[in-house]
């Protein structure tokens, strides 16, 4: 079969070491769309609120190569909330001495 078909022997070779990567890799491919949303919140909280940067700033700041589906930045509570690949993260700002931190 490999003599007479190289191009799908190939193909079907490269499609079994890429179901084994993934295979390997699965508990990091799981956590991924949680480091999305959660490093965003973070982000976006601490150069906000520690850092005291405008919001148009920090928006720039925390923009990544995969885009989030939302962000909403409340003064009054200093809290920021973070959506992206089906995921939601809120982060806080504790004070000068705590800085920002991820809710659970």
Known sequence: MIRRRPLTSLFL??????????????????????????????????CRYVANNPAEYCRGYVKQYVPTSALADDPQRSEVTASGLGRTHTARWLGDRQGCRLNP
Request: hydrophobic share 55%.
């Open 13 to 46: 070779l490269l499609l079994l070491a890429l179901i084994g990567w993934v295979w390997h890799e699965r508990v990091n491919l799981q956590a991924f769309p949680d480091i999305i949303a959660a490093y965003t919140a973070k982000e976006y909280c601490s």
